[in-house]
């Protein structure tokens, strides 16, 4: 059996089109009249709709393949993108996938419990588990790969978000991709922005960066945790993930988390303008959950003053907007 804890472990399974293209937001740039912004577009990987996950899935899905499992077992909230590309990923590669689903989002429409993600996990025949939002999704999943175990299958629990180590390592690959991109191009970034869940994405750019020697600091924009715990987080990510590619030496982790509002998963008008304003003037569509609020951050933080005219800043685009669906009461009036 590989040992995935070597860096010579065994690797991925193809699920996502890379690389992801990277792209000037000229429009955007003119409009907000700050530093130049660019974007990469990993809301374009192709696995069912798109979205940092199927990067991360490449190698959990491996990892997964590798110790024999049959059946997968996640979590995430009732339209978590993750849970609907893990059951894409599932479908693809014939294995049986069960969704922990908790409804942790007070308030939302009729949409938000049958549209969007939740009706693409129906479609790709996940095996769906409702929880209270106040249940423990982490015990809940215990629980059904040890049903599964007594069943005499195999499962493989993959956490929320697939962060991990395992899974952020898909983020190590995408830091250097992005630098190869850079370089074609003869374009240097001063930051990356991006949202920041449960950290996979933020801990791998850092990690990535690092191990290139390349000094871009990474801006997370939380969407859920106060800032000391969402820092605490990803390094605790950044640590687990520098020990399994072998690098070290990273850089402040930097959240910002002015930009939750009242929670994970409730609109915010910051979120509303900022995926309004990105529609209408690149054609680009963010979400509600995660990119919208990091978008709000980079927005106000331009307004701000934070950045020098002549510096470059990439927004990395994380995928979700199959949820733009389940919040049509956010964007069903024209926004005017
Ligand atoms: C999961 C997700 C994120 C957050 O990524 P983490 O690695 O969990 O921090 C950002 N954007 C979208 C669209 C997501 O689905």
Redesign the pocket.
């Given at each position: 059996m590989s040992d995935f804890s070597t860096s010579e472990a065994p690797q991925k399974v193809p699920l996502a089109s890379l690389p992801t293209p990277l792209e000037p937001l000229t429009a955007l740039t003119r409009v907000l009249g700050g530093p130049e912004i660019w974007v990469k577009r990993d809301?374009g990987t192709g696995l069912a709709g798109g979205?940092?996950?199927a990067r991360?899935l490449e190698y959990l899905m491996a990892e997964a393949l590798a110790l024999g499992a049959d059946t997968i077992v996640t979590a995430g909230g009732i339209q978590?993108?993750?849970a609907r590309q893990t059951a894409a990923a599932a479908a693809r590669l014939g294995l049986r996938c069960i969704l922990v689903l908790t409804d942790s989002v007070p308030d939302r429409s009729s949409a938000y419990h049958k549209s969007a993600n939740l009706l693409l996990d129906r479609l790709f025949g996940a095996d769906i588990r409702f929880l209270d939002g106040s249940a423990d999704p982490d015990a809940a999943m215990a629980d059904i790969a040890a049903r599964c175990e007594a069943e005499g299958r195999c499962p493989y629990v993959i956490p929320v978000?697939?962060?991990n180590a395992v899974?952020?390592r898909a983020?190590v690959d995408a830091a250097a991709e992005v630098l190869d991109q850079a370089a074609a191009l003869g374009v240097r970034f001063s930051h990356v922005v991006?949202?920041?869940?449960?950290?996979?994405?933020?801990?791998g750019l850092v990690v990535g960066f690092a191990a290139r020697e390349v000094d871009l600091p990474v801006l997370?924009v939380s969407?859920s945790r106060k800032r000391e715990e969402a820092i605490h987080r990803v390094r605790g990510l950044v640590e687990k993930t520098a020990a399994v590619v072998g690098s070290e030496g990273f850089s402040d982790i930097l959240i910002d988390d002015r930009f939750v509002g009242p929670g994970y998963g409730m609109p915010t008008e910051a979120m509303a303008e900022a995926v309004r304003l990105v529609a209408r003037t690149e054609g680009l569509l963010l979400?509600p959950?995660?990119?919208g609020k990091?978008m709000a951050g980079l927005i106000a933080l331009i307004r701000e003053g934070t950045f020098r005219p002549d510096d470059r800043v990439l927004f990395w685009h994380?995928?979700?907007s199959v949820?733009l669906f389940a919040y049509d009461e956010v964007f069903a009036s024209d926004g005017a």
């Open positions: 809301d979205g940092n996950k991360k978590s993108n993750h978000g697939g962060s899974g952020a983020y991006l949202a920041t869940g449960s950290g996979g994405t933020h801990a997370g969407v979400d959950v995660y990119t990091a994380t995928g979700g949820a």
